[in-house]
């Protein structure tokens, strides 16, 4: 069964560092999205990208933020400049539109900043 | 008002109870709702799609109450390996398809 799957698992980094976060959606969705979770609180959405655009983004997604699909498998999450408040999970997710919107999530990225 | 609000329990129950999970969202324009099951510090897995008819896949049930804003899983025969976190969401009506997550419902089946 295809799957999303996310690189690295853990990635710990020092405030002001820049990270990247990567994902390989599933092949044939084309909705790509990035959510976090920080421990303790509910999936927060960040962004949605369609298009080789980004067609949706939260408050959250500020200019600190990026995303990217760089060819045509990887969807990537870059913050460039990391605050201790970014810690939390970052799932990347997919999508199509044949089946009611149903989204598939990667396993996460879990980002520790200090 | 939240955008989705769910108890979140914990609900402790025996193997083999019956288990219900309610739900409700703010925007009437929402047109999807689902329930995802999360494992702690895994992923969300989707669990089913919420119709407005009701859907039922083996001992789970979901159900669609339009006018009162409502959703509900219900879970029969309770195994151990359906102790995990139930995510309510609702998808965020903007045509992009952002889903809106609740807190999440809690459940722990024990022996």
């Known amino acids: 069964e295809p799957e999303v799957t996310q690189t690295p698992s853990h990635q710990v980094t020092q405030m002001g560092q820049e990270v990247i976060l990567r994902c390989v959606p599933i092949?044939?969705?084309?909705?790509f999205y990035w959510y976090r979770q920080i421990l303790g609180q509910k999936v927060e959405f960040l962004v949605s990208f369609y298009n080789n655009e980004i067609s949706e983004k939260s408050e959250i997604f500020d200019d600190q933020f990026s995303v990217e699909r760089p060819d045509g498998s990887n969807f990537t999450l870059k913050i460039r400049s990391t605050k201790l408040e970014d810690s939390a999970m970052y799932f990347c997710?997919?999508?199509?539109?044949?089946?009611?919107?149903?989204?598939?999530f990667g396993p996460g990225t879990r980002l520790t900043v200090t | 008002r939240k955008e989705v609000e769910q108890d979140p329990g914990p609900f402790n129950v025996p193997e083999g109870a019956t288990v219900a999970f309610n739900c409700t969202y703010s925007?009437?324009?929402?047109?999807?709702f689902f329930w995802y099951r999360q494992d702690c510090r895994k992923e969300p897995k989707l669990l089913m799609s919420v119709y407005s008819s009701g859907n039922e896949d083996g001992r789970f049930t979901a159900q669609l109450n339009r006018a009162s804003q409502y959703i509900s899983l219900l879970i029969r025969d309770s195994k151990l390996s359906d102790s995990a976190t139930y995510l309510c969401v609702s998808e965020g009506n903007t045509g992009f398809q952002k889903l809106v997550f609740g807190t999440g419902t809690r459940l722990l089946v024990s022996p």
């Open positions: 925007n009437s324009a929402s047109q999807s």
């Open positions: 092949s044939n969705h084309l909705y």
């Open positions: 997710a997919s999508g199509t539109r044949d089946r009611t919107y149903e989204q598939y």
